[in-house]
């Protein structure tokens, strides 16, 4: 990489942080790539913080890549390795805004494949089974290598002669390809080739909500899945639409481990904006969240209260 591709893809970096993520969720995700945010002051704007903590933290060109790839940002200096982008609002087998976890098996597992897919809901995570998915009058290979491209993580669901199927070994190539998390659930089958290296999850003799707690387990304390599941987790129940949801998700967030100071001030912050999280339920959880942080407790009169929105980089 050149002196200036490094500051054409930083630039673009800033831009693109800048227009998906507050600064509490920029200053996570950079801190996932430990950069050290604690050095500078916000500041105006996010495009120019970002520039200016690259510059400050001397953030190595891998580095930059690597968030350049996580972001999908096409650049001439990195393209060759950028997956292809995917509309994913235009696929119907993603349950909106969940965590896109592609599910890979053997034809004749399918109903169990599917009974797993449906406990992973209750994690917040939606699954692509293909054999469910997919539908007859598509394009069935079209379709795989859509949701393929739009994963962010995949399980390998390791039965007997899974190895045998040509499909199954090219959706791991995929995963491999694009640098996204495996987690093969050993059901027969150890581990192999390319995927031995990675730890399985034994799965023989396990229920699926039993599978789906421990998938979810997993995806939240890797560093290749932990900040998009803690970003996901974090939207969804900030914008349930129900006090079930809410009440379910923030239970769950409740369960995480070492959750970071940045992620739950934010919620704290939020939690007003929507009325249906002052359930006397939800705002009870949500408190016992609150008070492992030292935050102040949320009342619902705080609810009523009328917040001052501050527009980020206004122009004038």
Known sequence: MTGLERIEIIDIIGREL?????????????????????????????YVYVKKLFTISKVSNDTIIKIAKELEINHKAISINVPKVVDISNLTFWKSGYFRLFISHLAEYKVKVSTLKQALEDYCITGFVAHEDIKPTKEWQEEIEKGLSSMEALIAVLTPKFNESKWTDQE???????????????????????????????????????????????????DKTRKTIFTILKTLFLNSNNTNDAL???????????????????????????GI?????????????????????IKNSDFDKTSNNIIDDLPF
């Open 172 to 222: 791991i190539g995929v995963a491999m390809g694009r640098d996204i998390l495996i987690i093969p659930l050993r059901n027969g089958l150890d581990p192999y080739g390319f995927i031995g290296k990675y730890q399985g999850f034994q799965i023989s003799g396990k229920y699926p909500n039993e599978i789906a707690k421990g998938i979810f387990e997993i995806l939240i304390s890797n």
């Open 277 to 297: 999280l002052k359930s006397p339920d939800v705002l009870k959880a949500s408190n016992l969240l609150f008070y492992n942080f030292d935050l102040n407790k």
């Open 18 to 46: 800048q227009s998906r993520m507050t600064f509490t969720d920029v200053n996570a995700y950079l801190s996932g790539y430990d950069i050290n945010t604690s050095q500078l002051e916000y500041g105006n704007s996010k």
């Open 248 to 274: 379910k998700r923030i239970e769950l967030i409740r369960t995480i481990k070492n959750l970071e100071e940045e992620y739950v001030n934010d919620i704290h912050n939020k939690i007003t904006d929507n």
